[in-house]
C-alpha cells in the first residue's frame, strides 16, 4: 500500500560520467577551494583542508590513513599596473578565457569571491568546455612518443 503512492521507474543511474562533465567537475571543486581561500583571507583567517594520505608504520609495518593539511596555492596575483588579478588553473595550465585573455582583473580583493562564484556558474554553464578541452588535449600530447 505506501508504494503505491509512490511513482516508479526503471531509470538506471550512469556508471560513468562524460569527460566534459569530469573536467566541469574538477574544475568546479578547484574555485571552490579557491572561494574558501578567499573567504578566509577577507576574515583574517587561514584555510587549510585535509586529505588523507596513506602510510607504513616503520616499527609495525601496518598501513594507515592519516589526515595531513592540503596545500592550496592562491591563483590571485598582482599585475604589474599595481591590480588585482585571477588566472584560472586546470592542473598546472592556465586557461584561456576568451580570445588571449588569461586573467580577470579586480579593482580590490572584495570582489574576489563574487568573481570566482561568477566564473563556477560559467563552468557549471559549459562556457569554459573549450578551453579545458585544448588544456586536456595539450597535456595529452605530451604523453604520446
Known sequence: MTLANLKLTTAKKATQLSAVVQRRTKLVKRLAEQIE????????????????????????????????????????????????????????????LGKGKTAVELASTKELVATLETISA?????????????????????FTK
Open 37 to 96: 581561500l578567499a573567504k578566509a583571507a577577507q576574515n583574517g583567517s587561514t584555510y587549510a583542508p585535509t586529505k588523507l594520505r596513506s602510510i607504513t608504520d616503520v616499527e609495525t609495518g601496518e598501513r594507515k590513513q592519516v589526515a595531513v593539511a592540503k596545500r592550496v596555492k592562491s591563483w590571485t596575483f598582482n599585475a604589474d599596473n599595481g591590480k588585482l588579478c585571477v588566472n584560472v588553473r586546470y592542473g598546472a595550465r592556465v586557461l584561456d
Open 122 to 142: 560559467a563552468v557549471n554553464g559549459g562556457e569554459l568546455d573549450a578551453a579545458m578541452e585544448a588544456a586536456s588535449t595539450k597535456l595529452r600530447s605530451a
